[in-house]
């Protein structure tokens, strides 16, 4: 079945370092990757669209990175801010549904 | 522009008790709509969604139940809750023409089974 992994530790970092977050999936090959943001009791915010003949997509400080062959997406946030630190999950398209991974919490000190 | 409501925000009730929970959307026309549940610290799980007015596809088997009655509303059911339906339940919706693309979410209702 299929299985998406993202670093299940909460991620801690300095405000104005690259954060850099790790979505892995096993056993399909999406049309499509997305990335949400979701701060806590609230809903998901979408952020970010990558197809699978992407292989890096930007907007302002974030960049996705798409590699269909290791089945990995990499989400960078650079420059970062306090006001980043939220739940991040990213979602792979499969039969025409969005499945969810759990997410990884990013923290950024200031 | 479009906005998506959910209520109630919050919701305690007890084991054994029915449920409504109600989403709807403003701004758009046939939207595909749909039901989600995320447990503490996990992903969404995907339980219903919705082409159409009374067109309902159920993703996981369960003790919950949804409904379409009309072209923006949707809506959540359970007849005898369980402990195990406790969690936040998000809906969502996108433009019919981009099926399961970019999702739009609601604010979510709590709901706490005791």
């Known amino acids: 079945s299929q299985k998406i992994e993202q670093n299940s530790e909460a991620l801690n970092i300095q405000e104005g370092k690259t954060a850099t977050l790790t979505c892995n999936y096993t056993?399909?090959?999406?049309?499509?990757l997305q990335w949400y943001r979701q701060d806590p009791g609230r809903g998901p915010v979408f952020l970010l669209l990558i197809r699978e003949n992407e292989k890096e997509k930007r907007k302002e400080r974030l960049k996705v990175t798409f590699d269909t062959t290791l089945k990995q997406s990499l989400f960078h946030i650079t420059a970062s801010q306090p006001a980043d630190s939220a739940t991040y999950l990213c979602?792979?398209?499969?039969?025409?549904?969005?499945?969810f991974g759990q997410g990884t919490e990013l923290s950024v000190k200031p | 522009s479009q906005t998506i409501h959910q209520w109630p925000a919050t919701l305690v009730q007890p084991v054994g008790s029915p449920l409504s929970l109600e989403c709807t959307v403003e701004g758009t026309s046939n939207p595909n709509l749909y039901w989600y549940r995320q447990a503490a610290g996990r992903g969404l799980q995907l339980l219903f969604y919705?082409?159409?007015?009374?067109?309902i596809s159920s993703e996981v088997p369960q003790n919950l139940s949804a409904s379409r009655p009309q072209d923006r509303q949707f809506i959540l059911s359970s007849k005898k809750l369980l402990l195990s339906d406790s969690g936040f339940y998000l809906c969502?919706?996108?433009?019919?023409?981009?099926?399961?693309?970019?999702?739009?979410f609601g604010p979510g209702t709590r709901l706490l089974v005791l």
């Open positions: 979602a792979l398209e499969r039969g025409g549904k969005l499945i």
């Open positions: 969502a919706w996108n433009p019919l023409t981009e099926l399961q693309e970019t999702q739009y």
């Open positions: 919705s082409v159409g007015i009374g067109q």
């Open positions: 056993n399909y090959s999406p049309a499509y």
